[in-house]
Each structure stands twice: as C-alpha cells, then as structure tokens.
C-alpha cells in the first residue's frame, strides 16, 4: 500500500475527554470495523471493548493532569488489518512496569478494582504498542482483517 | 446512554437488575446503588446482567468493590450472565474464580426451576 493510499484510509474523530463520548467512539468503531472490515462479530466485541480500555484510560490521563484538550481516536485501514489508535495528552507511562494484580485465589485481590484495562487489551487485539508521543501517550491496537470486497457485497446482493 | 438498575427485594436476597452499558460514565451510578443496598443491611445481592449490552474493566472493578463490600458485612454478591461476550470479560481478567456466576436468577436465588 502506498503512502498516499494510507492516507486516504485514515477516519480521526476526536471526542471531549469525557465518560459520556466513550460509548460514541465504540459505535464508530465498531460500525467501521463490522461495515468495512471482514472481522468475525465477537472480534469486533474485542476491539470494542479494547478501545473503551483505551480511552477510559485516556480519559483519566486527562484527568490527572487537568487539561481540556480532547483524545484522539485513528482508525487506519490497510490491507491485512485495521490499526485504531488512541492517543492523549496525559503524563505518559511505562506499560512494562505495570503493579501486579494478587492471585484471583488470594482474598486481598478484591482490594484492587482497577488496572484491568491494559491487559484485557493486551488479550483482545492481535497487537498493541504503546509509545510515548510528543504531548502524551499513543495506544495503537492493531485487529488482522481484510477489507470487505465488492465480491462480498454481490454475494449479499445474491442472498437478499 | 443511561443505565437501567431495578431493585427487587425478596426475602432471600436482594436482586439488582441492570441494563445497558456499563463503562466509565455509568459506572459509578452502578457503584452507588451497590453501595446504598449495602448501607440498607442488603447483604445478600444477586446482580442480573442479563439486560447488559456491554461491560468493561470499569464495570467489573465496581462488581469487584460491591463484592468486598458484602463479604465485609457476611455477605455475599452473586452474578445471573449467560452472554458469552460479557462472560468472556470475566474470564479474560481471571474473574469468575472471584464471582459465581449463575444461568438464571431462580438458579442464584436458589429457588427450584420451572421445568
């Protein structure tokens, strides 16, 4: 694929850093991601739920530092895959120094109600990599899918 | 998108039916309504996901403080799922060691089945 194609399959939406928008940011994506991509539904579950991680976490970046700018969502479709990007302008951190959760067995794990998001991302996409940006922090989750072809549309026509 | 929660009190529990998306904006209005059943002496809570669309981490550390919140006061909360993709958060985060999850509120209240 060339620069210029790429370019040309980049969808940006940014939302307010705010709870309420979450669930708009999984809607467009999860529309994408079934209308354009052949991905089975219960992946785009996973990548709906990776993406709310995402920005849930973003949010809070946001939060903490108190600033009103807004996230960023990146969709970018390729040939073999959709990579959705979340990019804030919070502290930054570094996902390999992450506390560990205790075992489930253990009672003292009923102590912890947070820090599930960055693993469950890490068990719902077929990639992910965080980097730090110039302002913040970028999770880029990365779903292996096609796009869906115009032979794909006829066979639907087919079946109507 | 707002959060449906319904209380239905019976003798033997206290069931707490929850509907919509639970995520970072609702879930702090699941955490509070978990909080006042407790505060009301409601130790024994059956949470019914069954109307739940979608649930995150957000959700799950909220269901995580109820939980510790009952066993604080020797009770317990219990969960009604069958939806396999809300399941599927649970046994992803290694949850459902933590939580039992029935098939069906009868099941968790432990009243016979309709057959």
């Known amino acids: 694929m060339t620069v210029a194609d790429l370019a040309s399959s980049v969808v940006e939406l940014e939302i307010p850093a705010r709870g309420e928008y ?14 354009r991509r052949t991905l089975a539904d219960d992946r785009v579950d996973d990548l709906k739920l990776a993406l709310s991680e995402a920005c849930t976490n973003a949010i809070e970046a946001h939060a903490e530092v108190g600033t009103e700018e807004v996230v960023v969502v990146r969709l970018v479709e390729g040939d073999d895959r ?79 | 998108m707002e959060l449906g929660l319904d209380v239905i009190a019976s003798d033997e529990a206290t069931v707490l039916a929850v509907r919509g998306e639970v995520d970072v904006y609702t879930a702090p209005k699941l955490r509070e309504k ?5 505060a009301q002496g409601r130790h024994t809570i059956v949470v019914d996901l069954e109307g739940v669309d979608f649930l995150d981490s957000t959700g799950l550390g909220v269901l995580v403080g109820g ?7 020797d009770g317990d ?36 089945q309709p057959s």
């Open chain 1, 22 to 35: 979450v669930g708009l940011a999984r809607l467009v994506v999860s529309s994408l991601a079934s209308s």
């Open chain 1, 82 to 160: 959709l990579e959705v990007e979340v990019e804030d302008r919070g502290p930054g951190f570094d996902p390999s120094t992450l506390p560990e959760h205790p075992p489930v067995t253990d009672p003292e794990r009923l102590n912890f109600e947070r820090g599930l998001g960055i693993p469950l991302i890490r068990s719902l996409v077929d990639e992910v990599s965080f980097a730090r940006v110039e302002q913040g922090m970028a999770v880029r989750m990365v779903m292996f899918c096609g796009p869906v072809t115009d032979l794909d549309d006829e066979e639907e026509l087919a079946w109507s």
């Open chain 2, 34 to 38: 978990l909080v006042e059943l407790v």
């Open chain 2, 67 to 73: 939980l510790k919140r009952a066993r604080s006061h």
């Open chain 2, 77 to 112: 909360l219990v969960l009604v799922c069958t939806h396999q993709r809300i399941i599927k958060v649970f046994e992803i985060t290694g949850l459902t060691k933590v939580f039992t999850i029935h098939d069906s509120r009868e099941a968790a209240l432990g009243t016979p």
